[in-house]
Structure formats: C-alpha cells, structure tokens
Nanobody, 121 residues
Framework: QVQLVESGGGLVQPGGSLRLSCAASGIISSINAMDWYRQAPEKEREFVAGATSSGSTNIADSVKGRFTVSRDIAKNTITLQMNSLKPEDTAVYYC???????????????WGQGTQVAVSS
C-alpha cells in the first residue's frame, strides 16, 4: 500500500526557516509529480509548490523567492525549504502525488496526513 508521510513541521518565529519532507512508501514503480499544498484555518487548501521527475518546478506566487522545492527521484521524496517565514504561512502543509505507478497499476490522488507549520513570535 502506497502512503505519503510528511515530516518537519513545527513552530518558528517570523523570519525563520523550516524544511518539510515527504516520503512515499510502498512498492512504487515511478512518481512523476509531487506537490505541496497548505490549508490555513477557515481557508481553502492552496497549491504551494511542486516538482516533477524531469526536474521542472512550480512555485506559487505567494511564496516565490522564499520557498524552494526539490525532489529525490530515487528515494521518492519531495522537500520544501521555507525561508523568511511569515505569520501568514501558518497552515497545515500536505504532500500530494496526483499519480503513482506501481507494479499492480496506476493509483491516483495520494495525500499525506499533513504537518503543522506555525509562524509566530
């Protein structure tokens, strides 16, 4: 069974940094895109950043210049480096894989359990 597991959340002061990681576990043939989303209290879930297996990345305008995203294809992981954090970055951050190829076939729309990021003084 394929699962996504996030780690690295926590409490940080404004201007600080955090690194989030997400690892896909299970018997996996390949994963093309892996993404990060976040959901703040009483707000809709929003896209933050994503990376494909070919190396292309996409960063939301709201975090561009502060966040970077990277993939380790061999380890089936995605990492979100968050710098210059602001209180408005406070949210639960979720890892997503739209499509995962396994020896048994194709699976769609995998989500991690989420990791809390709180930015506060």
């Amino acid at each position: 069974q394929v699962q996504l597991v996030e780690s690295g959340g926590g409490l940080v002061q404004p201007g600080g940094s955090l690194r989030l990681s997400c690892a896909a576990s299970g018997i996996i043939s390949s994963i093309n895109a892996m993404d990060w989303y976040r959901q703040a209290p009483e707000k809709e879930r929003e896209f933050v950043a994503g990376a494909t297996s070919s190396g292309s990345t996409n960063i939301a305008d709201s975090v561009k210049g502060r966040f970077t995203v990277s993939r380790d294809i061999a380890k089936n992981t995605i990492t979100l480096q968050m710098n210059s954090l602001k209180p408005e970055d406070t949210a639960v951050y979720y890892c997503n894989a739209p499509v995962i190829m396994t020896p048994k076939g194709i699976g769609f729309d995998y989500w991690g359990q989420g990791t809390q990021v709180a930015v506060s003084s």
